[in-house]
């Protein structure tokens, strides 16, 4: 069965550095988003991309937060300049077009500690 | 704007009774309705979703959700609770008009199944 696939599974990093979180969506989806989830507590939606834009994002998707789909396969989140409360799991998604719009499939995980 | 609401922080039950886990929602045009679970250190897996058509839905591990467009709510159901039951359930919703396709998360319930 396809699937999301993150990387890393875990990164450790230091206050002010930055950080890329890896994700492969399922092949034939065409909509992607990340979410975050802190302290496995209530999952915070931050952005949604389609057709090589962002669709949507949320106040928390501020200039520290950047996304890329560099090639056919990969979706990119980058966090400039860590904080503290950056520190939490990120989440990957993707889903399809028509009748499967809305259900979202999601990866593993990348969960993030900043010290 | 899309909302949800998931009143209760935990729900216990025992092994062989029925469950359910409550979600109320608010959406300014018809809703898609969800319902994820997520066990320890994992991704949200999918249960079931409503999009249109019978107000009762099933889904993975013999569950069933039932839509209540006058109460607003989607309200998860099981007959028969399994200890491997215990998890975080979170609901999600999302306005069919919304551009950006995105999912808006309840804060999630943890189950507990005790033998």
């Known amino acids: 069965e396809p699937e999301v696939t993150q990387t890393p599974s875990h990164q450790v990093t230091q206050m002010g550095q930055e950080v890329i979180l890896r994700c492969v969506p399922i092949s034939n989806h065409l909509y992607f988003y990340w979410y975050r989830q802190i302290l496995g507590q209530k999952v915070e939606f931050l952005v949604s991309?389609?057709?090589?834009?962002?669709?949507?994002k949320s106040e928390i998707f501020d200039d520290q937060f950047s996304v890329e789909r560099p090639d056919g396969s990969n979706f990119t989140l980058k966090i400039r300049s860590t904080k503290l409360e950056d520190s939490a799991m990120y989440f990957c998604?993707?889903?399809?077009?028509?009748?499967?719009?809305?259900?979202?499939?999601f990866g593993e995980g990348s969960r993030l500690t900043v010290l | 704007a899309q909302s949800v609401a998931q009143p209760e922080d935990q729900v216990n039950v025992a092994e062989g009774n029925p469950l359910t886990v409550k979600c109320t929602y608010s959406?300014?045009?018809?809703?898609?309705l969800f319902w994820y679970v997520q066990y320890p250190n994992r991704g949200l897996q999918f249960l079931l979703k409503y999009i249109t058509g019978d107000n009762l839905v099933k889904g993975s591990y013999g569950f069933e959700a039932e839509f209540n467009k006058s109460q607003t709510s989607f309200h998860l159901k099981k007959p028969s609770a399994l200890v491997s039951d215990s998890a975080l359930y979170f609901c999600a919703v999302r306005d069919m008009f919304n551009a950006g396709n995105m999912l808006t998360f309840g804060g999630g319930t943890r189950l507990m199944v005790k033998p």
């Open positions: 959406v300014s045009g018809n809703p898609y």
């Open positions: 991309f389609y057709n090589n834009e962002i669709s949507e």
């Open positions: 998604a993707s889903s399809g077009t028509g009748a499967n719009t809305g259900e979202l499939f």
